[in-house]
């Protein structure tokens, strides 16, 4: 997974969990019909309640490919999604 700082973002701060999955969900499918592979999920580190939520929302999504806190800022995940049919 290659991650620069062209990756797109996302940043959940502020957000109520009741919107993470509408948020993260569109977020994963405009980024699928583009093309992109690789995103970033900013959710904080604070209380692990985003976390936890982004987290649930990933597992379920089908073009999720694979997903991981980031090992540098565990206020972020890193998402890699599966390649657009053609």
Known sequence: MLVTSKSPKLDLHGEPTSMVGVLVNQFIYDNYLIKNKTLIIIHGKSTNILTKEVH???????????????????????????????
């Open 56 to 86: 649930k929302v990933l597992k379920k999504n089908p073009y999720v490919k694979e997903y991981k806190l980031n090992n540098w800022n565990l206020g972020e995940t890193l998402v890699e999604i599966k390649e657009k049919d053609r």
